[in-house]
């Protein structure tokens, strides 16, 4: 039998001296109760065993804030970087595919998965991007497209419905750290800029092999080609370009859904925050069982894992509780 308490912000885990180890150990959490309602009560929950599952952005700050110093936290951090490309096609009657009345927003999301190998003998799935196509909502189409004019967005907006994007996610070889839930550095490693822009070729092609008769990218420049009006060469050297910009510089939105890694799981304290049962090497009874224990970044989709890793977490947790019984 359990409780669920909602409406409850963690405000540090509560820790203990222990006479057989010199690892302190956790003995429950603080917490504000009644977040939302305007009248916060501090309370207390001792336990047996502590799981903090914060996400990979605020479990650091959490396990800081009740006086962890492993050095790695907070450090690790990957954020799989995406940038996109869109193409738009206009609803026309006398074509095939696809049909006049398809909407961008309509049917399921995230359908098609495509992995772009690095170097050319690259085993498929192990290489630097991956492509996917995601739904955007009106609000986040209008924050990515380039701000060109009051008038040029009025018309993309008006385009919404019949624009689709493409995006490319990079397995980022680079890293950043957690500061706090909404502090974060972070530096683009070129190999991951350079997947990126291999991606972004690809799928600016993709997009234009599809049938869409304008395709552009995200970058400030807001440029963009009508494919059916122009030269075979013209395509080809605009697609060389636009792939071929900077990345790194932020003048395209470098968009992030999945944060890892930054209380990563290893084989020692020197180099990680929790042991391969994700429990901490500093606190006893102290588990983390979220995206943030990640050892890399994934290059996939992270949810299933995440799930896989609180399972098997849980079953380390069952592990010590037994122990603790007999
Ligand atoms: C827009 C978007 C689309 C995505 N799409 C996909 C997808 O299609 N497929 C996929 O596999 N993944 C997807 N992801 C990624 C996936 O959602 C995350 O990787 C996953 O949810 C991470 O799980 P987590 O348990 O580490 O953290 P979270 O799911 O973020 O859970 C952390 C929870 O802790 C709470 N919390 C934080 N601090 C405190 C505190 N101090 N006290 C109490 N509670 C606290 C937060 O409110 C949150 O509810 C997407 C993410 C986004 C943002």
């Not at 302190?24 to 959490?29: I, W, Y």
């Not at 990079?170 to 974060?184: E, F, H, L, M, Y």
């Given at each position: 039998n359990g409780v669920i308490l909602p409406g409850c912000e963690a405000i540090n885990i509560r820790k203990e001296k222990n006479d057989r180890s010199e690892r302190?150990?956790?003995?429950?959490?603080a917490f504000e109760f009644g977040c939302g309602s305007g009248v916060k009560q501090v309370c207390l929950v001792e336990s047996k065993v502590t799981i903090v599952a914060c996400g990979a952005l605020s479990t650091p700050p959490l396990l800081l804030r009740s006086g962890l110093r492993n050095p790695n936290i907070g450090k690790n951090l990957h954020l799989h970087p995406v940038t996109m490309a869109w193409g738009h096609f206009p609803a026309e009657t006398d074509k095939p595919w696809p049909e006049e009345h398809k909407k961008s927003y309509e049917g399921g999301i995230m359908t098609a998965m495509c992995n772009i190998r690095s170097e050319p003998d690259q085993e498929p799935g192990s290489g630097g991007a991956v492509i996917q196509t995601p739904a955007l909502h009106p609000g986040l189409f209008s924050i990515l497209m380039p701000w060109l004019s009051g008038t040029n967005i009025?018309?993309?907006?008006?385009?919404?419905?019949?624009?689709?994007?493409?995006?490319?996610?990079?397995?980022?070889?680079?890293?950043?750290?957690?500061?706090?839930?909404?502090?974060?550095?972070?530096?683009m490693e070129e190999v991951d800029e350079e997947n990126l822009q291999k991606g972004l070729e690809k799928a600016l092609k993709i997009l234009a092999a599809a049938g869409a008769e304008e395709i552009?990218?995200?970058?400030?420049?807001?440029?963009?080609?009508?494919?059916?009006?122009?030269?075979y060469h013209e395509y080809e050297k605009f697609v060389k370009e636009e792939s071929s910009r900077a990345l790194k510089d932020l003048k395209t939105p470098i968009c992030s859904a999945h944060q890892m890694g930054s209380c990563r799981m290893g084989i020692g304290a020197r180099d990680s925050v929790v042991d391969q049962r994700g429990e901490t090497w500093e606190v006893e009874g102290l588990f983390i069982a979220d995206s943030s224990v990640f050892p890399t970044a994934l290059g996939v989709n992270p949810m299933v894992t995440v799930q896989a890793i609180a399972y098997c977490t849980a079953q380390s947790v069952l592990e010590t509780l037994k122990r603790k019984r007999n």
């Open positions: 302190n150990r956790a003995k429950g959490v009025k018309q993309r907006m008006r385009k919404f419905s019949r624009t689709a994007h493409v995006f490319v996610l990079a397995r980022d070889k680079g890293s950043g750290t957690v500061k706090s839930p909404n502090c974060i550095s972070y530096n552009g990218t995200h970058h400030n420049k807001g440029r963009s080609i009508n494919v059916k009006k122009v030269s």
